[in-house]
């Protein structure tokens, strides 16, 4: 059984900062790759940030500039430093792991429980 789980959300003023963490626990093999998604009230999940294995990163366009993802491979926890923090940021910010469970099985999906991020203006 593998396990994501979130921490770091709260209620930040604009302009402000705050870093998310997300920890893969359970049984894993091998990650292929970390990210966040993040939905907000009435819209669907939308990408934010991910990172592979190897490093290679992808932000969305909204976020470029402002946030950081960085990963710790010996702890499988994957880091979102998010700073000029804006409203439309507020969302339920989720952790996925595209993860290998048991070397002989494939590689796929898994979510954390999520976590509130909340901007004000």
């Known amino acids: 059984q593998v396990q994501l789980v979130e921490s770091g959300g709260g209620l930040v003023q604009a302009g402000g900062s705050l870093r998310l963490s997300c920890a893969a626990s359970?049984?894993?093999?091998?990650?292929?790759?970390m990210g966040w998604y993040r939905q907000a009230p009435g819209k669907q999940r939308e990408l934010v940030a991910t990172i592979t294995s190897g490093g290679r990163i992808n932000y969305a366009d909204s976020v470029k500039g402002r946030f950081t993802i960085s990963r710790d491979n010996a702890k499988n926890t994957v880091y979102l430093q998010m700073s000029s923090l804006k409203p439309d940021d507020t969302g339920v910010y989720y952790c996925?792991?595209?993860?290998?469970?048991?070397?002989?099985?494939?590689?796929?999906?898994?979510w954390g429980q999520g976590t509130q991020v909340t901007v004000s203006s």
């Open positions: 996925n792991g595209v993860i290998k469970p048991l070397p002989w099985l494939p590689s796929r999906d898994y």
């Open positions: 359970g049984s894993i093999s091998s990650i292929d790759a």
